[in-house]
Each structure stands twice: as structure tokens, then as C-alpha cells.
């Protein structure tokens, strides 16, 4: 799953730095994603893992690394 997220990063964040470099915990944000990137990256997310995030996982926290977009797909998952 998380290299599925990397690719998705890679092809939607407009990282500054390459995501395949990027630790799980490392912050998206200081690594160039900007909220509107994000918005693509959730978008693609849905696409790829067929879910939906709900209103109240829209967060920063829930899109800030590769670790916590996983866990919240875990999530959603069930």
C-alpha cells in the first residue's frame, strides 16, 4: 500500500523532493505539497483504494505523511 501512496505522490504532490526518498513519517507539507496538491493526492486516493474520505478525515494530520494517509485507508477500509 505504501508504495501504491509513493506513486501517487510521485504523480500528483509536486513534491520538491522525490517521494520514493521520503520516510513513512515524513512531512508532505515541508516537502513541497502544497493544500491544493493535497486535494489531487486525496482524489487519487479514492480512485485507487475505491474509498471515500469523509468530511471530518479532511485534515492536514490525515494527508501530512505516507504513514498517516495509510492509516487512515486502513481505516476507511475497515
Known sequence: MK???RQI???HARLST???ALADGAD???A???SHASVNVMLALE???DIE???EMLTREVFESVAS???AIEQLRG
Do not use: E, N
Open 9 to 11: 505522490l510521485t504523480d
Open 3 to 5: 508504495d501504491q501512496i
Open 53 to 55: 474520505f469523509p468530511d
Open 69 to 71: 494517509m495509510a492509516r
Open 18 to 20: 522525490d517521494a520514493s
Open 32 to 34: 513541497g505539497m502544497t
Open 47 to 49: 480512485d485507487a483504494f
Open 28 to 30: 508532505l507539507y515541508q
